[in-house]
């Protein structure tokens, strides 16, 4: 949110809570005064209720004392005067006097007139008068002055009555009866009064009052009413004095809606009041600091993006601010020109450094490899031991600490490639297998079954995490596995989870564990050695690719680390492959330790196979019993003190069995019909071995060979501009069985296409002139102009991205084999597109491995491609391929620079980037690992068109030549 934005809402916020505040207490204080003004009223109307009903009865009383002195009345009494009643009594007399009923008695209380108004209501009352006459003569004959007035309580409502003595009309004695006037309170009389007041008004007997009403009467005589009315409650007494009668007047609220609405249009006024106030204060705010301090900020942006300074006019705080910012990014700008100086001069460093130090220690560790090899005692073997092992401890700090300190410099760049990703994982495993296999502990792979083959990220980075994870996790094992689960979770995201069943780590240690230079504890560095610098490298690692690392550990009962990172899936991966069995085919599983049996297991459902896994040496004497299955995968190591005794039973009850024995990395000839394969198992592995063991080839696989030698029938054309490429393909194919004719470019492939044929074409992507592109398309014209059979064309290209796929796909070509070639990834082509020939007599002994290379990381050479062509021979007796390659390369390599050079000064990018590809194809042949990666930035750079990149990279290029000749000359290499 903008500051201006919120310095408004601040405002507003304020002067609202302001008027919240002044509303609520004006509420409090205007509503409880208006209360107590309509409480006056209302008791005031309650008031002149009671005065109206003693003003009743006092008229009443009166009219009631005329008639009680009158002659012509106490002769009636005395019986002289009989014709009273029906001259004075008249129905006219009683309504004048509002009287419903008039009685005479004489003394001694008896009735002797009765006169009833007409009307049903007085009619109806008539046995309750009498009774109240009846009483009223038995206790008060009246006399003298003698009266009694007031309310009286009847069944069926209320009247008023006046009693007086007969008397003369002078109001002498003595009486010679009572006079009873009874006035009745029915709804006339009630309405009269109502009009009389202005309200409605009701009177009741307590006991027939509406419910609730006489307690209210007795607790408060205001009542609020539901719609807006109000009810004042007045107790009146009886003609006994008791009170027993209830008056209600209802009022409306005209004095509390009133000031209700008031105070309403006052809060509305009072809002808009304080929102223009608002407003207004804003505006000056905003004036005054808001579009200054905008202004600033957009200044400071300005001067980020274009270097020009600050300016902002005036003498303020704001003006001086920005003076200092000016200040400061000045003095920061100095500060961050001298750490990219320091941080350039350390990266320059410590690579000079670890180049230098690799140079002899690579001479040391190497002489000490060579030294084990020959006859030493016990005593020397050991002391050659500890050099090889502190060699390799101080290769790894020196690894750690610089890739430790190209990650704090943000020197770190991650590629985007497409990549194997079982393989990967499988070769971070192999890298720990041989160490594990020594502590005599399993390497479990524990993949998803689903697991793509290809994704797309940074494959170099992946590996050095997982082998650094899985490598930790053999370490700190001394006994049970360590399991390595890898699946695509949501995202896509990959999850590769390594768990141990090693020492294991409290909370705390866990906290600190990505931390640099922390360990666990203090004695782990010297126990099981370490720099504390791995996890930290790993973290940071998969924080650059978008991911993370979680790690959750009991002492005592192992550890697992959980990394997740982002990737992309390649569309162009093939289904991960299945073995060929039928449809529910059996398997016995008889697996040591049980997650890799469960793995197992897990497979063979994947394959919709019916797995049973044996857990012990029992279970498999069952199963032997039993009916014959399709497959058995067992452990060699399953019986304990008997590594081969499984097999042998396996063999000995189902002779001819298709089986697949797992052993471990050097162990001696597979099962006599049966394929061996090493652990850690490999998924890739897994499912040729068992095509292999149901077709039922032997594998005779020995210590230190190839695990499985392919032949294959068919004729090769191998299409590409280089010839050290050519050379290394050649050789490659011509090991695996296959006849190879090469082609230097498109045009000439197309001419040996023309003439000839060939089972499958290996297409080089970029070439001068015709490229592989142009020329597969030209083909795929040709063949659908002369509706001929389709050659199937595969590209080779440095370039793995999906993108490079695609094009691919669109020129027509079939199947994509990556640079450098390998041969397990040949191999595995091969078998897609050719058929298996049958294996000669010459073919029997088996090709031997190169030497294992060290973990050791060589800035000039990737050691693995050096290993494997060294072990090759190349076409001069005593020459490996590699040497045949490498002086071919470098009587090359002035000429293809010199036109690199050129391509770059014309500017000309499609040449830049085709020059630069196929260099970097032989270098990546070859495992020239230095120059390669120039040459890949400038490839890169010219797929952009960003041309002048590519020229700073020149001096790099030279500078990495002129390196490998020193590194050549101290290998005792003549120059070229």
């Not at 009389?189 to 008004?201: D, F, K, V």
């Not at 890298?431 to 005599?440: N, P």
């Not at 083959?453 to 980075?461: Q, S």
């Not at 970097?920 to 230095?930: D, Q």
């Amino acid at each position: 949110m903008l500051l201006r934005t919120r310095v408004l809402a601040i405002v507003i916020a304020a002067f609202a809570v302001v008027a919240c505040v002044v509303l609520a207490v004006n509420a409090a204080l205007a509503l409880h005064r208006f209360r107590e003004l309509e409480r006056i009223e209302v008791l005031d109307h309650v008031d002149r209720l009671r005065a109206r009903v003693a003003d009743d009865l006092a008229d009443l009383s009166a009219k009631a004392s005329d008639w009680s002195n009158w002659d012509d009345a106490w002769l009636f009494c005395n019986g002289s005067n009989p014709e009273f009643p029906v001259r004075q009594i008249t129905p006219t007399a009683l309504s004048g006097n509002r009287l419903g009923q008039m009685i005479f008695l004489d003394r001694g209380g008896s009735l002797l007139l009765r006169s009833v108004a007409p009307g049903e209501a007085t009619a109806a009352r008539s046995p309750a008068v009498i009774d109240l006459v009846a009483r009223t003569a038995a206790l008060r004959p009246l006399e003298g002055s003698a009266v009694a007035v007031g309310i009286e309580q009847l069944p069926d409502g209320l009247v008023m009555i006046a009693a007086r003595p007969v008397l003369h009309s002078d109001s002498g004695g003595p009486a010679s009866g009572t006079m009873v006037w009874i006035r009745d309170i029915d709804s006339a009389a009630i309405n009269a009064t109502s009009a009389s007041l202005g309200h409605p008004i009701g009177l009741w007997p307590r006991a027939s009052a509406p419910a609730g009403l006489a307690a209210a009467a007795d607790a408060d005589p205001i009542l609020m009413l539901p719609d807006d009315r109000v009810a004042g409650l007045a107790v009146i007494s009886d003609r006994a004095g008791d009170p027993s009668i209830i008056g209600q007047v209802v009022v409306p609220r005209r004095i509390w809606i009133a000031g209700r609405n008031t105070l309403l249009w006052q809060a509305a006024t009072t809002a808009a009041a304080l929102i223009l106030t608002a407003f207004g204060a804003w505006l000056l705010l905003d004036r005054l600091v808001g579009r200054r301090v905008a202004a600033l900020a957009r200044q400071t942006d300005e001067a980020d993006r274009t270097g020009e300074p600050i300016r902002m006019p005036g003498d303020d705080e704001i003006s001086r601010l920005a003076s200092a910012i000016e200040d400061l990014r000045v003095r920061l700008g100095h500060a961050r020109d001298e750490a990219i100086s320091g941080t350039q001069a350390k990266s320059v460093f410590l690579a000079t450094m670890s180049h230098e130090i690799r140079t002899p220690l690579n001479g040391v560790l190497g002489m000490a490899q060579l030294l084990q090899r020959t006859r030493l005692d016990a005593e020397q073997r050991e002391y050659v031991d500890i050099v090889q092992s502190s060699g390799d401890a101080l290769l790894t700090l020196l690894n750690d600490i610089l890739d430790f300190s190209k990650i704090e410099a943000g020197r770190i760049e991650l590629e985007q490639v497409s990549y194997r990703l079982p393989i990967v994982i499988g070769d971070a495993m192999a890298l720990m297998s041989a160490r594990a296999q020594e502590k005599g502990i399993a390497l479990v792979f524990d993949a998803d079954p689903d697991l793509p083959d290809n994704v797309i990220g940074d494959p170099g980075r992946l590996r050095q995490i997982i082998t650094n994870l899985v490598g930790n996790a053999v370490k700190f094992t001394d006994r049970g596995h360590v399991r390595i689960g890898a699946g695509i979770m949501p995202g896509p995201v990959l999850q590769v989870e390594v768990e141990d069943t090693g020492m294991g780590m409290d909370a705390d240690a866990c906290s600190r564990l990505f931390q640099p230079f922390v360990q666990a504890n203090a004695g782990i560095s010297r126990t099981h050695g370490g720099t504390g610098l791995g996890l930290a490298i790993c973290g940071r690692l998969a924080a650059l690719m978008g991911g993370g690392i979680t790690v959750s550990s009991t002492p005592g009962s192992g550890s697992r680390f959980t990394m997740r990172l982002p990737v992309l899936l390649d569309p162009g991966s093939l289904p991960p492959r299945r073995p060929e069995l039928p449809e529910g085919a059996r398997i016995l599983i008889a697996c040591h330790p049980a997650p890799q049996a469960d793995w197992l297991a897990r497979m063979a459902r994947h394959w919709d196979a019916r797995p049973e896994v044996l857990p012990d040496a029992d279970a498999l004497a069952a199963a032997l019993a039993g009916a014959r299955p399709e497959l058995v995968i067992i452990d060699r190591d399953f019986l304990p003190d008997a590594a081969d005794q499984a097999v042998a039973a396996v063999t000995a009850a189902w002779p001819g069995m298709a089986i697949v024995a797992i052993g471990p990395m050097a162990h001696g000839e597979a099962p006599a019909g049966g394929i061996l394969i090493r652990r850690p198992i490999r998924r890739e592995r897994l499912v040729q071995a068992c095509d292999e063991a149901l077709r039922g080839e032997a594998s005779g696989v020995k210590p230190g060979v190839v695990e499985a030698q392919r032949a294959f029938a068919g004729r090769v054309l191998l299409v590409d501009d280089h010839p050290v490429n050519r050379r290394l393909g050649c050789v490659l194919l011509a090991q695996l069985g296959v006849s190879v004719v090469e082609a230097a470019d498109g045009a000439q492939a197309l001419e040996r296409l023309n003439g000839d044929f060939f089972d499958l074409v290996l297409m080089d992507c970029l070439m001068p002139g015709m490229d592989g592109y142009a020329a597969t398309a030209e083909l795929r014209r040709r063949e659908a102009a002369c509706s001929g059979r389709r050659t199937p064309v595969v590209a080779l290209t440095a370039n793995a991205s999906s993108e490079d796929r695609q094009r691919c796909q669109a020129a027509g070509m079939d199947d994509f084999l990556p640079k450098p070639l390998r041969e397990e990834d040949l191999v595995a082509l091969l078998a897609r597109h050719l058929p298996v020939a049958a294996a000669p007599e010459d073919r029997d002994q088996p090709v031997p491995l190169p030497a294992p290379c060290s973990q050791a990381v060589d800035p000039q050479f990737d050691l693995q491609t050096r290993a494997m062509l060294e072990g090759m021979p190349g076409s001069a007796p005593g020459m490996s391929l590699f040497h045949e390659l490498l002086r071919h390369f470098r009587g090359e390599f002035p000429h293809r620079f010199d036109e690199l050079a050129q391509a770059l000064i014309d500017g000309d990018a499609a040449v830049v980037r085709q020059r630069a590809h196929a260099m970097r194809g032989s270098c990546m042949s070859i495992g020239l690992a230095a120059i390669g990666e120039v040459l890949g930035r400038i490839e890169a750079a010219a797929r952009k068109g960003d041309v002048a990149s590519g020229v700073q990279c020149i001096s790099e290029l030279e500078s990495a030549w002129r390196t490998l000749q020193d590194r050549l000359a101290e290998e005792g290499w003549a120059a070229p």
